[in-house]
């Protein structure tokens, strides 16, 4: 029939509280495909919540050791359940192992492999060890998939510029914020001094550089950060904090279970990372919040706020330049300006919806 529900298996590598899987959560809640979730390996929190959601989730509770018997699984998991689809979202090795396998098996299945991140990050360019084997592997596999779905336009010419695909053979289709939950902004258009970073505390953030920004900011102005979220990088944040003499003016809170809450109590978001961003959903929740971004023009950035227009862009990495955008900002008069910036923020956010990444995922991979 022409409006069957065609099965789709989904495969994560980890069922704890990172970025894919939340998406995947997400997804599954509006998903009009009939979606099966399967962790071969590790699960967590995000995998009780898919389950208490009532998506379907298999466990399967392996060892990565045990290649061949998790192997059998999907084969007996695809046999079952007449799956159609197959979309890898991580690019573990021993997932992406299985490309040529499941190919020869099903040949009428199409295989989809998920590029979350930007080619170099998919290579563990940043560790020595694991590039020595995870780029061949992604390389090798991207050849054996029907299919490669790209999170950006950047993330797309990464893909084509390091693993030589043929562009034809990649889908865009942008992460989504479900709206639902974020509401404009309380702060008033004249009381933007309450700054704030959500996201993870790792090197590639560059939330060092979002704290020497603060601190070459006039004396006389009034402003507090609050930083949230947590990671590698935040003893030497707390550190560089204390070293400017900051500790009153920046707060770091850890983990935020209510990030919606704390957008919708601050100003202006602020993001400069160190890495080209493969995308932003944090600067798409700030925006369907009505805050005023700004951030690095890095990687898909660029794609996600139009400079001066519905946010602001300044140099990678450049915490001088932020500086500046930020004093500019607090010495601009033109409060109708600046609640236009705030309104069209809104608006931007609204072509990032999870009801638009839920819709034309559905249609890609049906």
């Not at 298996?9 to 995947?24: P, R, V, Y």
């Not at 919540?49 to 399967?60: C, F, P, Q, S």
């Not at 060892?63 to 998991?77: L, W």
Request: charged share 25%.
């Amino acid at each position: 029939m022409k409006n069957e529900k065609k099965t789709v298996l989904h495969i994560l590598s980890s069922g704890d509280t990172g970025g894919i899987e939340i998406l995947c959560k997400e997804y599954a809640k509006y998903s009009q495909n009939n979606n099966i979730f399967l962790f071969p390996w590790r699960v967590g929190s995000i995998t009780n919540a898919m389950e208490e959601a009532g998506a379907n989730v298999i466990r399967l509770n392996a060892s990565q050791k045990e290649f061949f018997k998790t192997y059998s699984n999907i084969k007996r998991i695809c046999i079952k359940n007449k799956v159609k689809s197959i979309v890898i979202h991580h690019n573990a090795p021993a997932l992406l192992l299985y490309t040529p396998f499941l190919k020869k098996k099903f040949p009428n299945i199409k295989v989809y492999m998920y590029a979350h991140s930007a080619a170099k990050n998919m290579f563990w360019k940043s560790n020595r060890i694991k590039f020595m084997y995870y780029k061949p592997i992604v390389i090798w596999a991207s050849k054996k998939v029907d299919y490669i779905i790209a999170i950006s336009e950047y993330v797309k010419s990464t893909v084509i510029e390091e693993m030589k695909v043929n562009p034809n053979k990649i889908r865009v289709i942008y992460n989504g914020v479900d709206l639902r939950t974020y509401k404009p902004s309380t702060i008033e258009t004249d009381n933007i001094s309450k700054f704030v970073y959500v996201g993870r505390l790792v090197k590639e953030k560059g939330v060092e550089n979002i704290v020497r920004a603060m601190k070459i900011l006039p004396q006389d102005m009034s402003w507090h950060l609050t930083i949230a979220g947590d990671g590698p990088e935040k003893k030497n944040i707390e550190c560089l904090i204390e070293k400017l003499n900051l500790k009153d003016k920046i707060s770091m809170i850890g983990n935020c279970e209510e990030v919606p809450k704390l957008l919708s109590q601050s100003g202006i978001f602020l993001h400069l990372p160190n890495c080209e961003e493969g995308f932003g959903i944090t600067i798409i929740e700030a925006m369907a919040t009505g805050l005023i971004c700004i951030c690095g023009a890095s990687g898909a950035i660029p794609e996600i706020i139009l400079n001066k227009v519905d946010g602001l862009l300044v140099e990678n990495s450049n915490y001088k330049e932020m500086a500046d955008c930020i004093v500019e900002l607090f010495n601009n008069t033109n409060k109708a300006k600046i609640a236009e910036l705030k309104k069209a923020a809104v608006n931007k956010a609204t072509y990032f919806s999870i009801d638009k990444f839920v819709k034309k995922l559905d249609k890609t991979v049906r």
